[in-house]
């Protein structure tokens, strides 16, 4: 019997990452040979990564990067093996990564088909939908109410790209900041540039986590559209995914992931012990099943 009709496809990934030859993964050659593998990662993407010192980032992503570096390891046979921590934005992260500069970056990308013909993605880790972060007393309880005022979200995500095509859909009067990285649009909100943030429902959670005073900040807003979470990688790499998706799958199918997601999002989290209060959404709790890699739609 073939290891196909033995196994289902996603544990065929699994084996098929600790069996292939490492000859033919470009990325796994590269760690080996230089015996050191750089990660990317947002300096500001509570609680996927972010920094509250100034050498290493924590969060949820981080903590799945450093089960997918151990089992990099044991793949190389690397022990002593380096991990580089390179912070990276909306803008430069799928450039970077398509050079060579970093090998892996687990966060809070969506994945995306118009992505996939750049970089590939692993099993997603997440699914977000776009929403907005206000002041309570904004009068602002959704999109609509947006007209003839000023939003601020990341120049080049796609929240932007959402944002924009409602906006334009509706001809509506809104002034859109595009910010350089997520606390830049905190910047604007509570600097007043901006009336309201528009991000990925947990992001705006995290931005209010790290307000010094959440308690004016509420988060409103139909969900736009739901999008995936996927650690990213270079495309043309079939061994390389392979192995992140086995790590990805083992940490699901063990309940080692479901521990993750209720330390950072629903237990207090670093530096100011708030607890975001959010449940696992139904869509990752059918993906601890069905390890789907798929794009957002």
């Known amino acids: 019997m073939t290891l196909s009709r033995a196994l289902p496809p996603a544990l065929v990934a699994i084996a098929i990452a600790f ?21 990317g990662y947002r300096e500001s993407s509570i609680p996927f ?8 980032p924590v969060g949820f992503a981080v903590e799945i990067t ?3 570096v151990e089992d990099v390891r044991k793949r190389t046979g690397k022990r002593d093996l380096k991990v580089v ?3 990276v934005t909306g803008q430069n992260r799928i450039p970077l990564l398509i050079d060579g500069s970093y090998d892996l970056e687990c966060g809070s990308t969506t994945n995306t088909a118009a992505r996939g013909k750049e970089v590939a993605f692993a099993i997603s880790h997440f699914y977000a939908g776009t929403r907005l972060l206000t002041g309570r007393t904004s009068g602002v309880l959704g999109f609509a109410d947006l007209a003839g005022k000023s939003v601020s979200t990341v120049g080049g995500s796609t929240n932007e790209k959402v944002l924009r095509q409602y906006v334009d859909d509706r001809k509506l009067n809104v ?16 600097g007043g540039r901006a009336t309201a943030v528009a991000l990925d429902d947990i992001l705006l959670y995290g931005l209010r986590a790290s307000s010094d005073t959440p308690e004016s900040l509420t988060i409103v ?12 990688l270079r495309r043309d790499d079939a061994e390389f995914k392979q192995l992140v998706d086995a790590t990805i799958a083992r940490l699901m199918r063990s309940g080692e992931f ?13 530096p100011k012990g708030i607890n975001l209060q959010m ?18 739609q």
């Open 19 to 39: 069996t292939a030859p490492l000859a033919h993964s470009q990325t796994l050659r590269k760690i080996a040979e230089t015996e050191r593998i750089t990660v």
């Open 49 to 56: 990564s972010y920094l509250i010192s100034p050498n290493k």
């Open 66 to 68: 450093e089960a997918i």
């Open 85 to 87: 921590y390179m912070p």
């Open 175 to 190: 002034k859109i900041l595009a910010a350089k990285d997520y606390a830049e649009t905190l910047q604007h909100l509570e």
């Open 221 to 232: 807003g139909e969900t736009l559209q739901v999008d995936p979470y996927g650690c990213m």
């Open 258 to 270: 479901a521990k993750l997601y209720s330390k950072w999002f629903e237990s207090p989290i670093p």
């Open 279 to 296: 449940p696992m959404s139904s869509q990752l709790q059918a993906n601890l099943r069905d390890l789907s890699d798929k794009p957002a």
